[in-house]
């Protein structure tokens, strides 16, 4: 207690990393351990992008190993569905892809335990695709089944200015009305977020690469940001499912 009587905040930051975790419990004071533990269905995060050449796909591909680093959570690459007719794409030398990722539908949303959303940037705001995908959760939204669910955002912009950040402000309003939790970065990833070494995209909204004319892959810096933003939604998922597994953020009064 202080001289006014109140709490006194914990010193303890929000813990991203496995050293930080405590066994999880069902409920305060009550340990899982064990067969038990093992037994407890694993906590996913759908990731859920549109990438036209391949630039968002890599931070997705990359963030998932950060989601699956975490015990208890794992990720789920899907992709949105395409908008654009096949003549077109071949026209804008769009390159064809495998098919290892499987296009999600509105109904399978629901599964999620928590969102990771990447998308290239048009001016500034979200590609049409994934707003299309968005549209069409009307049904999800009418009767609320995403409110309380945690989602971030990871982008690729072609320029420096080209929207690292106004693409994840502006896409805040799709969570707004369906009553989900906007869960940025922050500066969590500590130094790394301070480099001024090189080009890196990512901002405290979430994950970013520079495409430039396209030829420009994501570097090693911003897949480095890509993996910390995974482990960190695992982290923030798994807290909220098991408010009493990790240490708390202030000390009881």
């Known amino acids: 207690m202080g001289k006014g009587g109140g709490c006194i905040p914990s010193k303890n930051k929000f813990p991203i990393t496995e050293s930080a975790e405590r066994p999880i419990n069902q409920a305060e004071g009550t340990d899982v351990t064990g067969s038990e533990a093992e037994g407890l269905k694993k906590l996913r995060i759908f990731i859920v992008f549109y990438s036209m050449y391949g ?28 908008t654009l007719t096949p003549d077109v794409l071949e026209q804008m030398k769009v390159p064809q892809r495998d098919g290892e990722i499987p296009v999600i539908s509105v109904d399978e949303l629901v599964e999620a335990d928590g969102f990771l959303f990447g998308f290239p940037t048009r001016y500034g705001c979200m590609a049409a695709q994934m707003k299309a995908f968005f549209d069409s959760t009307g049904t999800l ?3 609320q089944k995403l409110a309380g669910l945690p989602a971030g955002f990871f982008v690729s912009t072609g320029t420096q200015g080209g929207g690292q950040e106004t693409t994840a402000w502006t896409a805040i309003t799709q969570l707004a009305h369906h009553g989900m939790l906007y869960v940025p970065i922050g500066y969590t990833f500590g130094a790394g977020m301070f480099r001024m ?15 430039g004319d396209g030829s420009r892959e994501p570097s090693e810096p911003e897949l480095a940001l890509a993996e910390h933003q995974g482990k ?14 990790l240490p708390p953020d202030n000390a009881s009064c």
């Open 232 to 245: 960190y939604m695992a982290m923030t998922v798994k807290r909220l499912a098991h408010p009493y597994s």
């Open 141 to 143: 939204w009418r009767e």
């Open 197 to 211: 070494d090189s080009i890196r995209g990512g901002s405290p909204y979430g994950a970013g690469t520079f495409s």
């Open 55 to 82: 630039h968002i796909e890599s931070l997705a591909r990359r963030m998932k190993k950060g989601v699956d680093g975490i015990e208890g959570v794992e990720g789920v690459l899907y992709k949105v569905p395409e």
